[in-house]
């Protein structure tokens, strides 16, 4: 950057004919201005100015470097002008990495409309649950759900984690429902089984000494959050699912609510993007943009609609 400035003060000295002058464009005394210059013809070996107790005038090497560095600087500040522009103005491509069920479900209704309002942003968008290293993969923006811990990314909460217990009518028609968690093994139950470690996620219920694990026998397992909600739907058995995936079943009345649902306190679901100084105006929209939109849908970071839901009771 001394070297920068100093070219800087170097062209301003030429162009207004003087230290003085220079240094009073760029709100710095002429000795500061005399000795950059200086320092360059050093660096240099030439003489850039013939000096005089009245203006300056340019060596024949002086003029020679005067042209290449003014194309220097007109070539820098173009370029600055440009970055500013790009990082200012909505448009660029903005990468994105989503869960899957989440992503489908909550993020991609939502798209459209970011698309219609931002033209000239391109979305590239990829489907994971896995952890995704950000910097790693080029990710300008990334929605985990579960639990995040990263001081290198700003992290935003976007809701809570609601685990709804559910059954389907016809399921419930024909085997009852369980008014209690002792009855859990009298039912088959559609189970998680996580990709990374191969364990189920057990069915959690709160009692009063805290939250309680079971673990029914009777299970069909799949490794797809979105494939539990289906199989219950399609009267295999109860399930108990996050309240993303549920809310849609629910809604159509294909699956039934049993229990009040469960929040473990460490978990989730955010938005995460870079921690740097000047953050891209592509990324701040989206950013904003997905967050007014997940509380229009009545989920904030502390709250979600599961937690009005009306419990289903059997007919007697």
Known sequence: MDKIRSLRFFITALDHGSFAAAAKRHGTDPSTVSKAIHRLENELGIQLFQRSTRQLHLTASGRHYAKTARLVL???AACENTLKSQNNAPSGTLKINLPVSYGRL?????LKSFCLRYPNITLDIHYDDSYVDMVEQGIDVSIRSGSVQDSQLIVRQLSPIDYIICGSKEYLDQYGAPCVPAEFNEHSWIRFR???????LPIKVPELEGMK?????????????ESMAELCADGLGLTQIPHFIARDWIKSGSLLPLFPSVRQPNEGVYILYHRREHIPARVKLFVDFIIEAIQDQKETPRSTWAEQLAIYHPPN
């Open 74 to 76: 007109e070539e820098l």
């Open 106 to 110: 909550y993020i991609r209704p939502l």
């Open 194 to 200: 996580f990709k990374q470690t191969g364990k189920l």
């Open 213 to 225: 694990e079971y673990d029914p026998e009777r299970s069909f397992v799949v490794n797809d959050g």
